[in-house]
């Protein structure tokens, strides 16, 4: 049973069409990312999920509970990261925790425990006491995870919680996120703009003009490039061409010097391919469509490009937690 | 009765996000002390010299529950606006996500108004001897009492008034054409029943009067005159408590309303 269902949701404001016909469902402990350029409809639909609109049609379903019929209870099975930040500043961090803690029902006796617990997880414990006024947009930014935390939600919607971060935070806090649905069998929903991030979701969807273009994991999605090219340095490109085409039955086409031929799975063409061409090949490279091909292919604009210093560490992050799995 | 206690859970920490931020501010406590006392000894005792003294009281005893409740009328005002404020910086949001019914979310804000006004007016009334009045413990008791209903009631009137406007640039408007009118229409300055028609009329509708009446009701020894209160202490209070009931709806509604 799918933990957020969405069924034909639409919502207009006015003359705008913010969401248009989308339906999707969100299976329950993964994390599912939406993405999509700026304008198209991410905010609504979260806020729509989060009970603070409602829709002008078609249903969402949060946890069993219909967001438009039963508000109070879909509220009580979600946490969640605005896009902007919805802080007190005129509270300390650990006032603003405890002020959620509260309005949330956490036990008197578990709130210090807690608020300590998710200062730690993101790093902030030696600015408890401080005036979030006086904190930096990234340890707001953190801080507000935290207290989505706070309460332990059934379902964490996050709008872009990375945003404004530096590399290295960007990265801790990801780590736990990434935890989250193993350690406290959350469900995250978030929505992003980096590409390091969408490629760890278990499922995405991507939104352009208020309708889903395409859904499916990270790997499907790359699918719709149509497979991985194959470049190959060789000391004699019309021998290894022969070679391959009697081995391989493709064709491999010759681009800049190389050798390349576009395959549906890389690492299994490659052992029969150096076989056929061991004599000649110099080096193999391999190239992966990225999930950014996927989003210019879709929607004819870039998500937002790393740069290089974060995107490695993310990268690491990335792998060490696809070897833990 | 898990549910109960999560309600006035979120009632007590809203009041008490409030109060904290009120007591940090110095500044802000001073200053809604300096209003009434301005008005008290300077417009006060100014317009005493030209009010004959034999009208019943002194201008400044006659004005004194008046300043009380323009000091209740801006403290709770003030306190409610910043509903406007948690809009505009977005801490609404976070509010309004919680699972706690709307009227907790109202009753909780109101009720913070309602402390720091409370606070402020019962300082105020503490200036009485000054104003060469004598009062019982009975009749201070019942003025607090008062107080504390009347700046509910207005504090619950602010968050009506505060779902209408999502910037804090209205607050000039609403200080223009929705404080002042209610201060000067409300029996502070001059009795209601002095007044035109129309002006009375519209004193009439407004609560503030009637709870400004509650506290002459409840500060001026009986058979005054002209300066005396205009209605019943029952009436009044009838008023203040039915008009709280209604803004606490009212209010509760447009937060129910999602867009
Ligand atoms: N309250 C509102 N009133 C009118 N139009 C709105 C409102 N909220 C959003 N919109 C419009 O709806 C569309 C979708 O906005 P939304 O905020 O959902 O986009 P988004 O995908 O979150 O974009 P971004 O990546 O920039 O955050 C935009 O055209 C926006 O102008
Ligand atoms: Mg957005």
Request: aromatic share 10%.
């Amino acid at each position: 049973m799918p933990v957020i269902q969405v069924e034909h949701l639409v919502k207009r404001f006015g003359p705008i069409t913010a969401v248009n016909d989308i339906s999707f469902d969100v299976e329950e402990g993964s994390i599912f990312g939406f993405l999509g350029p700026n304008g198209a409809g991410k905010t609504t639909t979260i806020s729509i999920l989060c009970t603070l609109l409602s829709p002008t049609s078609g249903r969402a379903v949060v946890n069993g509970y219909d967001c438009r019929l039963e508000p109070q209870k879909v509220r009580k099975s979600i946490g969640i990261v605005f896009q902007d930040t919805t802080l007190d500043k005129d509270l300390t961090a650990y006032e603003n925790l405890a002020f959620h803690a509260y309005i949330y029902g956490v036990k008197k006796s578990e709130v210090r425990r807690r608020a300590e617990d998710a200062l730690s997880f993101v790093g902030l414990t030696d600015r408890k006491d401080d005036l979030v006024k006086r904190f930096s947009g990234g340890m707001k930014r953190r801080l507000e995870v935290a207290r989505g935390l706070m309460h332990q939600p059934k379902v964490l919607f996050l709008d872009e919680p990375t945003l404004g971060l530096d590399p290295q935070s960007r990265s801790n806090l990801w780590e736990a996120i990434i935890e989250l649905p193993e350690k406290h069998g959350m469900t995250v929903f978030m929505t992003t703009h980096y590409m390091e991030e969408a490629e760890v979701c278990g499922r995405l969807a991507i939104i352009d003009h208020g309708k889903i273009i395409a859904r499916g994991s990270p790997e499907e999605m790359k699918g719709i490039i149509g497979g991985d090219v194959v470049y190959i340095k060789t000391r004699n490109n019309l021998k290894a061409k022969e070679e391959i085409k009697e081995a391989l039955g493709m064709t491999a086409e010759e681009k800049d010097g190389e050798l390349f031929l576009t395959v549906e799975n890389a690492e299994a063409s490659i052992p029969p391919l150096i076989r056929a061409i061991a004599e000649t090949a110099l080096s193999v490279r391999i190239e992966r469509p990225t999930l950014n091909d996927v989003f210019l292919k879709l929607t004819g604009k870039e998500i937002r490009r790393e740069e290089a210093g974060g995107a490695d560490t993310i990268r690491e992050e990335i792998r060490a937690w696809r070897r833990k799995h | 009765m898990i549910e109960l206690n999560l309600e006035l859970n979120a009632i007590y920490v809203i009041v008490a996000r409030e109060l904290k931020k009120f007591l940090r501010e110095k500044s802000r406590f001073i200053a809604s002390l300096a209003r009434p006392l301005i008005w008290l000894f300077m417009v006060g005792a100014g317009l005493s010299r030209i009010v004959s003294p034999r009208a019943g009281m002194p201008y400044t005893q006659f004005i004194f529950p008046g300043i009380l409740g323009m000091t209740i009328l801006f403290s709770s005002i003030f306190s409610s606006i910043s509903v406007i404020w948690d809009k505009e910086f977005g801490f609404l949001k976070e509010i309004l996500v919680a699972p706690v019914s709307r009227s907790s979310i109202v009753i909780g804000k109101a009720l913070s108004g309602t402390v720091v006004s409370f606070i402020q007016a019962a300082i105020i009334l503490l200036f009485f001897p000054l104003l060469g009045m004598h009062l019982t413990l009975g009749q201070v008791m019942l003025a607090l009492f008062i107080s504390a209903a009347v700046a509910f009631s207005i504090s619950a009137f602010g968050i009506v008034l505060a779902s209408f406007y999502e910037s804090y640039e209205s607050f000039s408007v609403i200080m223009n054409f929705i404080i002042m009118p209610m201060f000067f229409l409300s029996g502070a300055m001059y009795p209601v029943r002095l007044l035109q028609t129309p002006l009375r009329v519209a004193a009439s509708v407004n609560p503030l009067t009637y709870g400004i009446d509650a506290i002459k009701n409840a500060l001026f020894t009986a058979g005054q005159g002209p300066m005396g209160p205009d209605f019943s202490l029952g009436l009044d209070i009838g008023v203040v408590l039915a008009s709280s009931v209604l803004f606490v709806v009212l209010a509760s509604r447009f937060f129910e309303r999602r867009a």
